[in-house]
């Protein structure tokens, strides 16, 4: 039975403020970050500190929640409210451009706003702070159900193989792929849980394998290119992903690599899940091709970022920390190209260090997506049942609410 106790919440409202565990820092570093103002939250979300497309949607309504109470809270006319809330809450939906949540987060603040105006805007604000907090409470919901239902599809004894982090930290609480993993751990399936290391900003290895581990669930970190190795050695028996957008067609954006391990799969007639809820689906899009992708910085790529605490065992060592301290983002001496950033906290000292490996001037592309074509997707699990190809129909119905399930184990 996983131990999900262990595992913090996402992002959450309190005192007025949005909290959020840094997961630009996770796992050496557990910093709160608090944000007094909407503009705050998107400096979270395009550093990364709050990220995972259901997370973002709800980072999205709690913005725009943030701002109605905070900068919204000194307007007086109904007309102007609204219109500066749909400002922000576009401002907010374009820090990010794959992860559909982040768009359907801000949109469903729009609507509520303008569909319940005539309350007034004396009574409309603390509604508005409500839907927020409802598209969390609903976000944990859904992530539940979507788990249940996947764990379906998992065979007892199971090894499975997963990518990037769509865990509890990448929505309100639970997590989609995760979701579905700790729901057959539950029932006793799952044997052990690969974890892709997720290379450039390896939310494999620093939030996946932290999850696991916390919520006691075996798992075996392994760099990306080993998965078709493993895939070959017969140790792989279903892959899980989350995603950040999944057109009409049934076409899936998630995070770079998760093409190639679909492409694996077929070769290796190893079943492909996709675990999403139904604010990831965009059926305005007839196919993948129409999903931008978004590219990062070339330092990701250039080199890696670790982040971790250190602790002066000596007074000479507290010196020479201090020292660096004072120095600022200090260029490690043997490699020019390095960086180090250290900042005191209590007794000890956070250090933020990006470190080359690449030469300096090389060229760089890094999509930070990859679409895997519908056809290479052997199902995918949503939180009113399970969607498998033609795709057309299946999400169609899905989405729509008509509440047809396709397939229930
Ligand atoms: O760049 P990130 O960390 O926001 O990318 C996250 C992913 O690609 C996840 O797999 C996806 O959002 C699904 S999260 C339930």
Same mark, same amino acid.
């Given at each position: 039975?996983?131990d999900?106790?262990?595992?913090?919440? =996402?992002?959450?409202?309190e005192?007025?403020t949005?909290?959020?565990? &840094?997961q630009?820092?996770?796992?050496?570093?557990?910093?709160?970050?608090?944000?007094?103002s909407?503009e705050?939250?998107?400096?979270?979300?395009?550093?990364?500190a709050?990220?995972?497309a259901?997370?973002?949607?709800?980072?999205?309504?709690l913005?725009?929640?943030?701002?109605?109470?905070?900068?919204?809270?000194?307007?007086?006319?109904?007309?102007?409210?609204? &219109?500066?809330?749909?400002?922000?809450?576009?401002?907010?939906a374009?820090?990010?451009?794959?992860?559909?949540?982040?768009k359907?987060?801000?949109?469903?603040?729009?609507? !509520?706003a303008?569909?319940?105006?005539?309350v007034?805007l004396?009574a409309?604000?603390?509604?508005?702070?409500?839907?927020?907090?409802a598209?969390?409470?609903e976000?944990?919901?859904?992530n539940?159900?979507?788990? %249940?239902?996947?764990?379906?599809?998992?065979?007892?004894g199971?090894?499975?193989?997963?990518?990037?982090?769509?865990?509890?930290? %990448?929505?309100a609480? !639970?997590? =989609?792929?995760?979701?579905?993993? !700790?729901?057959a751990?539950?029932?006793?399936?799952?044997?052990?849980?690969?974890?892709?290391?997720?290379?450039?900003?390896?939310?494999?290895?620093?939030?996946?394998?932290?999850?696991?581990?916390?919520?006691?669930?075996?798992?075996?970190?392994?760099?990306?290119?080993?998965a078709?190795?493993?895939?070959?050695?017969?140790?792989?028996?279903?892959?899980?992903?989350?995603?950040d957008r999944? %057109?009409a067609?049934?076409?899936?954006?998630?995070?770079?690599?998760?093409y190639?391990?679909?492409?694996?799969?077929?070769?290796?007639?190893?079943?492909?899940?996709?675990?999403?809820?139904?604010? =990831?689906?965009?059926?305005?899009?007839?196919?993948?091709?129409g999903?931008?992708?978004?590219?990062?910085?070339?330092?990701?790529?250039?080199?890696?970022?670790?982040?971790?605490?250190?602790?002066?065992?000596?007074?000479?060592?507290?010196?020479?920390?201090?020292?660096l301290?004072?120095?600022?983002?200090?260029?490690l001496?043997?490699?020019?190209?390095?960086?180090?950033?250290?900042?005191?906290?209590?007794?000890?000292y956070q250090f933020? %260090?990006?470190?080359?490996?690449?030469?300096?001037?090389?060229?760089?592309?890094?999509?930070?997506?990859?679409? =895997?074509?519908?056809?290479y997707?052997?199902a995918?699990?949503?939180?009113r049942?399970?969607?498998?190809?033609?795709?057309?129909?299946?999400l169609?119905?899905l989405?729509?609410g008509?509440?047809?399930?396709h397939?229930?184990g």
């Amino acid at each position: 039975m996983p131990d999900l106790g262990n595992i913090p919440p =996402t992002i959450w409202w309190e005192d007025g403020t949005v909290r959020m565990i &840094d997961q630009s820092r996770l796992p050496l570093v557990g910093d709160l970050l608090v944000c007094n103002s909407f503009e705050g939250v998107c400096t979270a979300i395009s550093g990364m500190a709050v990220r995972g497309a259901p997370a973002l949607g709800v980072a999205a309504a709690l913005g725009v929640a943030l701002w109605s109470e905070t900068a919204g809270a000194g307007i007086d006319d109904l007309r102007y409210y609204l &219109d500066e809330l749909d400002r922000v809450a576009d401002e907010i939906a374009t820090t990010r451009p794959t992860a559909v949540n982040l768009k359907w987060g801000a949109e469903r603040m729009k609507r !509520f706003a303008r569909e319940n105006s005539d309350v007034g805007l004396d009574a409309l604000r603390p509604l508005v702070l409500q839907e927020a907090l409802a598209i969390r409470t609903e976000d944990e919901e859904r992530n539940r159900s979507l788990g %249940a239902h996947g764990a379906a599809l998992i065979e007892s004894g199971s090894r499975v193989l997963t990518h990037c982090n769509a865990g509890s930290l %990448a929505t309100a609480y !639970f997590g =989609t792929a995760l979701g579905v993993i !700790f729901s057959a751990h539950a029932e006793g399936k799952i044997v052990q849980v690969w974890v892709d290391e997720t290379r450039p900003v390896l939310q494999g290895a620093r939030l996946t394998a932290w999850e696991l581990r916390m919520a006691g669930v075996p798992c075996k970190l392994i760099c990306d290119n080993m998965a078709a190795a493993v895939m070959r050695q017969g140790l792989v028996d279903a892959v899980i992903v989350g995603a950040d957008r999944i %057109a009409a067609n049934g076409d899936v954006a998630n995070k770079i690599g998760t093409y190639s391990l679909a492409v694996l799969c077929k070769e290796h007639g190893i079943p492909f899940y996709v675990a999403a809820p139904s604010s =990831t689906m965009d059926l305005t899009l007839v196919s993948g091709d129409g999903i931008e992708i978004e590219e990062r910085d070339e330092r990701e790529v250039t080199g890696v970022t670790v982040s971790g605490v250190i602790e002066p065992r000596t007074s000479i060592e507290t010196k020479a920390l201090d020292a660096l301290t004072e120095a600022g983002p200090y260029p490690l001496g043997m490699t020019k190209g390095h960086q180090m950033e250290l900042s005191r906290k209590g007794g000890a000292y956070q250090f933020d %260090a990006w470190l080359r490996v690449a030469p300096p001037n090389v060229e760089v592309y890094n999509p930070a997506f990859d679409v =895997t074509p519908a056809e290479y997707v052997t199902a995918i699990v949503t939180e009113r049942g399970i969607a498998r190809a033609p795709y057309g129909i299946s999400l169609a119905e899905l989405c729509s609410g008509t509440g047809a399930i396709h397939e229930l184990g």
